[in-house]
């Protein structure tokens, strides 16, 4: 396995890194990754020539065949490809994995660990396919230096972070939290349901042992329940937190001072998951991506030390400042989280 | 105020229902009435000569102007009515009020009262607009023989049922719901959302103070949150009670002696709510209403003496039933709810 | 190649009709050739043992597993099967294939013609797959008496009875039609769209010759575009057809007179798909299905000999008459398509 | 009635914009204005102290209550005005009005008039309201130097500008166009429909009219009818224009020279509007503006010298710039409709 990231004579050596699967994540990636100054995107993979292909050429990324047979299917559409994954895999100090589900998991143990390159796999692999769960706030020091790391899913992202708030001010005896997932990303035209719920019919469902990979303390703490409902825009998660105890004001001091989450008000129109995603819209993000995570901050309530509160998840883009940490981490460029936490998040214009 | 429905020399004398407001819930309480046989329908009211008022005519109930104003434009619509209201409501032993949220008090105070006639108003309306909250398993004998009664929503009828199914085991120390909301009912063109969700972001959402005005002694225990989504089926809720012990198989057990609740398998295709109403299409159940509560048996799990659930509530027409009880509580017609419940059942063809 | 339906003694023979694909059409036709007097339904197949496969057993269908090595699973899950469809296939005069896309060929290719029974196949297969293509109104008597016939799709059954109705008072010039698609059928979570519009960009559509496998004098007459949205209940066709010359009034009338195609006015509420399905359920329909083509009749217009009207189709019940007749059709059981219709109709419960 | 834009001692003198009403149309006509070297926004209005009025302060704008009486809602919220509409209109040199629908004309003759002040109204207003109604392509010089024009909808400056590429090749003899309209922006979370499709029942409807009101020659040559449906990303357009003759190359050749509208492929995933979207959020367009209309190459198509061709138009962006080259004409900065169209899209950033 290389070592990871060093410097020499004075000058500052960026880390390599290379995208395999520039989908919705990886995309994403590439260029949070791109506008931080100890790292560079040297590559980017796509199975097949589409737009998004032609897109991240004329955004300057080198873009590389993912399966070497279909090489000859950017030539033919005219996409000029650098190679394939084959060509470039060695010259990476670690591959983000951005292929679909279950992939990545394949990618890791039949490409990355035989070529010796560290790599991160997404949230849509199991706790136990890689070393460790990464969270920025939470096992940024257990990953540290390691060489195959998850990075956990847009939901546990989400709970970790206000879990994250709320342990700093009190104590967690057990968080009860129901999902209500969007359906499909909006750029999906394929799957439904178009006018329907669907319940994870298992309860608890996987989402609270997924958190507590993450946040071990926890173990046996959250249970999850979730269902699926027509619509692409944002997840919504309703938390119920048995506490030691804790006040209103608690919670929203103690989420103003934890990073990647804030509160929002209903009462300024910001009254759904689409005022949501309007504001982001209004801000100038790229893509409208929301990375922090918004409570409501009228859903927060305290009874019998037990904290309710709703907040709402963008799929697509709460993971990417993680993913930029959790290179920092595997490959030793940062000790410190919270240092890593505001590069990140200056080089890419989070709020917090 | 008129006293309730008699036996005279013999004959079976049926009370006499009047519906007003022949509306999603109104149209669903006339046909269940009409197919009892100890009740009649002796009018329908409606505000504006719509397909609605010709399906009433067609099916042949006599139709009246909810607004006397406005009985001009059924005779400009070619729509024989019988009258206003205000010629029929005397001769009501009972009125269903089945006009929209808020409009049901309005009622209640100017007309029924008024024209001294026992009246049930529905569950857009206030705890404390009329004398007591009805539900065919809770509170039948509290409102025997009342004048006004509000016969309350459909999520708050769903949560009495499994409730009573779990009481009926162990005892409930405190109820957690979530309450996944259908957006509009499905003939419903006007409302959204379209893409998005929508918080209550009032939590505690009054859902809970709602059960406990049905179960007094359940005061201060349920607690739910809510958020409403764009889908036209069915609400879901997902339940978390603390209790003082139950296994799996109790839960079943009770869940099949309750009436109108009973268990789906999603193992058996029926996975989400748009299967669902595909078995009460199959099922031949007119307008496909499906007036039991489906549970999920895979979602039902204990852990640690608390039981998760998710189950389904055709907001159209788990009510239905419940009014016709309600009526023969008010007005005295059966003593006994399990009698009223099955004699209900029986007429509208219900499984259970 | 079996004899069709005839007679004996005095007695009626009725026609033994087997279901081959018990899912939204299948499960339709059963129905509705259960109800008519000259066919009876000898059973249905299904290829797994599901609820909707329950559901046959409870309304009285003998059961079959559709691929005979699943037969396994059905005793697994506990349901009785009469054994498989090898078991069955000999006693039918006819099968109603109600399999999906493309399968529908496959069985008449590897089961129907090599058992030398007659059969029907659905919209999902191509014009060249059988003998003809069938519509009740159009080509009953070109399918008398054959052997493989496809009905063809709801779309093309929906625009063949609003052209005849044109046809029956002027000459159709250029029929250009636009049709909006939905995207899937209620009972489906899976596909989508969620919240896209899918255009198919082959212009013309399939859909316009389609029409004209039914109605050969309208060869190059017929000019489709569609697209797909995200909604369950119905599609809606926007037709502009190019004529002779008519008047309003002519088109009116004609569609009074055509069968199984009805106007209605949006002014009495009836103004979107979802109107017309709460209509639908208030008449009582089995699963509201709505056989027949509801046209706007405040959208029917003539500007220079040019025809515009809007219609909508409910995909999963216009073609079920069709089917009856059909067979009738290929068992040579009636002469007159007419006679037919009525007879369908009647046992139906249709309104014409 | 002030004078338009004057250049003055060297000095280049930008003309002074105020946005009346920061909605959807509003706020984006505010940010296209602002990034124009010839134009400043002078300020914005809005009626309340939401999430947009704090987005409009953070951007820079002054902020202005729309309507005086309600000022004191802002101070009250801690939102930082710098007066009321009243204290600023007369500094303006035109307003770009952004109200809903009919407001628009309300303000005109209440406010503009009365302040002697040039203004554009949106598309919500009717033809006849202002003095007449822009395109860039079309009409800039009828608007010329006037005071009142409206600026035509989404769906009337998308068919111009695909009209205008057909017209610059060949001879329009009539125009079919059918509407599938999204059913409410994306921030929206109150209008539906859900789940239904709603049919304009006025055919022809008023789509074709507006787009004459634009291109008279074409009067009485445009006919078009329209559905809602339930999805916010994007209209869709289904084309069928007879002509004296046109080949697909041409057609292909005369959109790459008509600006603001470019051909896009099915065939490298761009299939759906989700996907377009999708596109433009990649591109990093502010809050994804797609400007230019996109038409599907593959559903170009010629039969018999009639064209046709699917296109698509994202409602809250195509008239932004049409907006700066009505401003630009209004005041007299720029004689040539070409050059002003350069540099509102050179300032803009979009592709053609
Ligand atoms: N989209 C989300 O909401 C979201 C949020 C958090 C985590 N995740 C996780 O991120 C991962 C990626 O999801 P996504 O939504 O970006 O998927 P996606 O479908 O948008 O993108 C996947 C990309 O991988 C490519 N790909 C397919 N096979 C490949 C292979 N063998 N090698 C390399 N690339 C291949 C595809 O062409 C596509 O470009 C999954 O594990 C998912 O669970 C997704
Ligand atoms: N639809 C549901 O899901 C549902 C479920 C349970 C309870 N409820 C409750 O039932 C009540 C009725 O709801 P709905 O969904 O049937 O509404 P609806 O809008 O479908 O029907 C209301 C009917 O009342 C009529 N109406 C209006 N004003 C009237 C007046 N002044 N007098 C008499 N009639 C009048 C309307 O014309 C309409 O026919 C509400 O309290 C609602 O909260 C509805
Ligand atoms: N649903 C509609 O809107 C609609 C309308 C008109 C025509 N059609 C056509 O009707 C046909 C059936 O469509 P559907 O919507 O009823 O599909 P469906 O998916 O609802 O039902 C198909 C049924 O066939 C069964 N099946 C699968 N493989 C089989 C096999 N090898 N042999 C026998 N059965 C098999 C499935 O288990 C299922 O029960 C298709 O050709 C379709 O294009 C559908
Ligand atoms: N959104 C679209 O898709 C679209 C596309 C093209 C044209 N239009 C047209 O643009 C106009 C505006 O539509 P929109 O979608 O931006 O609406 P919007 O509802 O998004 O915004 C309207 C804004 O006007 C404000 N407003 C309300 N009353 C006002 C008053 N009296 N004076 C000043 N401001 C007032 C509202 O607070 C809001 O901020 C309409 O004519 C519409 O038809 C809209």
């Given at each position: 396995m290389k070592?990871?990231?060093k410097?020499?004579?004075?000058d500052v050596?960026t880390?390599k890194i290379?995208?395999?699967?520039?989908g919705?994540i990886?995309?994403?990636?590439?260029?949070?990754?791109?506008?931080?100054?100890?790292?560079e995107?040297?590559?980017?993979t796509k199975?097949?020539p589409?737009?998004?292909?032609?897109m991240a050429?004329?955004?300057?990324?080198?873009?590389?065949?993912?399966?070497?047979e279909?090489?000859?299917?950017f030539?033919?559409?005219?996409?000029?490809?650098s190679?394939?994954?084959d060509?470039?895999?060695?010259?990476?100090?670690?591959v983000?994995?951005?292929?679909?589900?279950?992939?990545?998991?394949?990618?890791?143990?039949?490409?990355?660990?035989?070529?010796?390159v560290?790599?991160?796999i997404?949230?849509g692999?199991k706790?136990?396919?890689?070393?460790?769960s990464?969270?920025s706030l939470?096992?940024?020091d257990?990953?540290?230096?390691?060489?195959?790391?998850?990075?956990?899913?847009?939901n546990?992202?989400g709970l970790?972070?206000s879990?994250?708030?709320?342990?700093?001010?009190t104590d967690?005896?057990k968080a009860r939290v129901?999902?209500?997932?969007?359906a499909?990303?909006?750029?999906?035209s394929?799957?439904g349901p178009v006018?329907a719920i669907i319940?994870?019919?298992?309860?608890?469902?996987?989402?609270?042992?997924d958190?507590e990979?993450v946040?071990k303390?926890?173990k046996?703490?959250?249970i999850?329940s979730?269902?699926?409902?027509?619509t692409t825009?944002?997840?919504?998660h309703?938390?119920?937190v048995e506490?030691?105890?804790?006040t209103?004001?608690?919670?929203v001091?103690?989420i103003?001072?934890?990073?990647?989450?804030?509160?929002?008000?209903?009462s300024?129109?910001?009254?759904?998951?689409?005022?949501?995603?309007?504001?982001s819209?209004d801000m100038?993000?790229?893509?409208?991506?929301?990375n922090?995570?918004?409570?409501?901050e009228e859903?927060?309530?305290?009874?019998?030390?037990?904290?309710?509160?709703?907040?709402a998840?963008?799929q697509?883009?709460?993971?990417?400042?993680?993913?930029v940490?959790c290179?920092?981490?595997?490959l030793?460029?940062?000790e410190?989280?919270?240092?890593?936490?505001?590069?990140?998040?200056?080089?890419?214009?989070l709020?917090?």
């Open positions: 070592i990871g990231h410097k020499k004579n004075g050596m880390a290379l995208i395999n699967g520039y919705s990886g995309k994403r990636v590439a260029d949070a990754v791109a506008c931080q100054k100890d790292m995107v040297i590559g980017v199975t097949k589409d737009f998004e292909a032609k050429l004329e955004k300057g990324y080198k873009l590389y065949a993912a399966v070497p279909r090489a000859h299917l030539e033919e559409a005219g996409l000029e490809i190679g394939t994954i060509d470039v895999i060695q010259d990476a100090d670690l983000v994995d951005g292929a679909p589900k279950k992939i990545g998991k394949q990618n890791l143990e039949n490409l990355y660990k035989k070529n010796n560290k790599a991160i997404q949230g692999e706790a136990n396919d890689a070393e460790d990464f969270n939470w096992s940024y257990r990953c540290y230096g390691k060489d195959a790391i998850r990075l956990v899913s847009c546990t992202t970790c972070r879990l994250y708030a709320i342990d700093s001010i967690v005896l129901v999902l209500i997932r969007r499909v990303d909006p750029n999906d394929k799957k006018n319940p994870s019919t298992d309860v608890p469902s996987h989402h609270g042992p958190v990979s946040i303390k926890f046996g703490k959250i999850s979730a269902v699926i409902v027509p825009l944002m997840h919504m309703s938390l119920m506490t030691t105890g804790a209103k004001d608690d919670i001091d103690a103003a001072k934890t990073p990647r989450i804030f509160t929002v008000k209903a300024e129109g910001l009254d759904s998951t689409a005022a949501l995603i309007e504001m819209r100038g993000r790229l893509r409208y991506d929301l922090e995570i918004p409570v409501w859903s927060i309530n305290v009874i019998d030390n037990e904290i309710f509160m709703m907040q998840v963008h697509e883009s709460d993971v990417i400042p993680e993913n940490d290179i920092r981490a595997m030793q460029m940062e410190d989280n919270i240092k890593s936490i505001e590069m990140t998040n200056k080089a890419m214009g709020l917090k």
